[in-house]
């Protein structure tokens, strides 16, 4: 990359987000990191000038659960020049799980913190005439086929909406903010075509040796599903940047918009995701969420 390339990327301090910004590194990029934990972060950063001497790097503390702490991130962001903006962070939190403003953990920091995040600096650097890549980090469209984004329910208030066992519903939820992260990529990236900032969407693969979930799974994912999590035969966090960081370096997307990709090839998500009546319900209720105009 261009010396003087600058990314930033979230939830860096620790698996999927932690290996984007040592590959970014790496490449000669600058990069800001975003984490909660000043500990973390400054760890996170230890961690990568081991492996990458001479990385350029920032820490930027920011408990992105917490919308006020988005808006301050986004102030303190917008004189940076930003090239690349990769929105990686992400938990499994219980369903009855709020923040101290009140808004369900899980909603909060998958889909209402990027919404505010991208859409705030995207349109900033948009009205600047500059040129960058947005990157958001969903999951498997085959596996969120099943779960489609409940407009009446933003919140996950109805706990039973959210299947059987009752262990598997933060799963189910954090599924459902993983199908908003497409339809925000697909809307975003409409709102700004004609832009140089381009937006899509990637799902890093099953990466073994990350924390999340971590917190959440029980009863039968405790059993079950968390030993996806460390399976020696699943790929680690590098494989899982593979397709981020693609997407933030490659020629070969130059002026891609609006797409969402796997293994670094363009697939299709679920029609509930694609349905611009459904995208513009979601897009309007998050800038309500977020206290955005619907239309900047
Ligand atoms: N692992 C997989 O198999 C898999 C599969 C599909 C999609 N993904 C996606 O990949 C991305 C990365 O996940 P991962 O597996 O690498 O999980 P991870 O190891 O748990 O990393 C998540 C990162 O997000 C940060 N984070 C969480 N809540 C935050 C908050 N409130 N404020 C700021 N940072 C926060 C964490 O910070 P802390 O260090 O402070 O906890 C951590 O750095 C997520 O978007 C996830 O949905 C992963």
Known sequence: MDRGTTAVVTGSTNGIGEAIARQLAAAEVDVVLVGRDRGRLDAAQERIRTAVPGARLRGELADLALLSEVRALADRLRDTRIDILISNAAVVADLTDHTSEGVQRTLATNHLAPYLLLRTLGENLAAAGQSARLVVVGASP?????????????????????????????????????????????????????????????????????????????????????????????????????????????????????????????????????????????????????????RS
Do not use: C
């Not at 933060?170 to 908003?180: D, E, I, L, S, W």
């Not at 497409?182 to 799902?203: C, D, R």
């Not at 990466?207 to 460390?230: E, K, M, N, P, Y």
């Not at 670094?264 to 105009?293: I, M, Y």
């Open 142 to 294: 085959t596996a969120l086929r099943s779960i489609p984004v409940h407009l009446d329910d933003l919140g996950f208030e109805n706990a039973r909406a959210h299947g059987f066992p009752p262990s598997f519903r933060p799963f189910v939820a954090y599924g459902r903010t993983k199908n908003m992260n497409a339809m925000f990529v697909y809307s975003l990236a409409e709102q700004l075509a004609g832009t140089g900032i381009t937006v899509n969407g990637a799902h890093p693969g099953i990466i073994r040796h990350t924390g999340l979930g971590r917190d959440s799974a029980r009863g039968l994912l405790r059993a079950f599903g968390w030993s996806q999590w460390v399976n020696p035969l699943l790929p680690g966090p590098d494989a899982g940047a593979d397709t981020p960081v693609w997407l933030a370096t490659s020629p070969e997307v130059n002026g891609v918009t609006g797409r969402f990709f796997v293994r670094r090839k363009d697939v299709l998500t679920a029609a509930h995701t694609t349905d611009p009546d459904r995208r513009a319900r979601l897009w309007e209720e998050s800038a309500n969420l977020t206290g955005l105009p619907v």
